[in-house]
């Protein structure tokens, strides 16, 4: 007794022929069409449902469940082979031109998108902020030297702090915080 799983692998070995002979020949395409949708359509008889039926055309070679069905449409004649072929064109060129349209679309926008600045050339390229010199007109109001001072506080830990051990960190961190590093008054002093 021959077995459903040797039935089924002689019926995809019967599809995979078709459907390649769907492929390679354009005299007799429309027949051989037709015989292959008869064969995908006992195949869909046997395999109900749709998990089944892609899972069974998955062992036919990777042929994809909307051909399988055009192929069946078609042997059934619920579908014009010649019409099928005009609305296949069809579907293909309008994939085309959506394709095309947003790489057209892609290049205005980034056409479109403020191109930055190009930096100055400056001799102190390779120096961090903190380490270039201030500018004579950065200002005199203390405002303006507390936001440098902070820029270069910050500089100097990102340099520096990453550099430390676990039990330095901790001992600058009392450093800070108990304000050590603050200049004494006169009083404070005495």
Not at 4 to 33: F, G, M, N, S, Y
Not at 66 to 89: C, M, P, T, V, Y
Request: charged share 40%; net charge positive.
């Amino acid at each position: 007794m021959i077995s459903p799983d040797q039935d089924d692998a002689k019926l995809a070995a019967k599809i995979i022929d078709a459907v390649k002979d769907v492929d390679a020949a354009d005299a007799v395409r429309k027949e051989r069409a037709i015989v292959a949708g008869r064969l995908l359509a006992e195949a869909q008889k046997r395999h109900p449902t749709e998990k089944a039926f892609e899972k069974f055309l998955r062992l036919v070679g990777g042929v994809h469940i909307r051909r399988a069905r055009d192929l069946i449409a078609l042997a059934l004649g619920r579908k014009d082979f010649e019409r099928h072929q005009i609305e296949n064109a069809a579907a293909q060129q309008r994939h085309r031109d959506k394709l095309r349209a947003e790489k057209i679309e892609r290049e205005k926008e980034k056409a479109a998108l403020p191109k930055p600045d190009p930096k100055p050339k400056s001799k102190d390229k390779g120096k961090p902020e903190a380490e270039r010199p201030a500018l004579r007109n950065a200002g005199n109001d203390p405002a303006d030297w507390s936001a440098t001072n902070l820029r270069e506080f910050e500089v100097a830990c990102i340099t520096y702090l990453r550099g430390l051990n676990e039990a330095d960190l901790k001992k600058a961190s009392v450093y800070f915080n108990k304000g050590v590093w603050k200049r004494m008054t006169s009083r404070e002093a005495a």
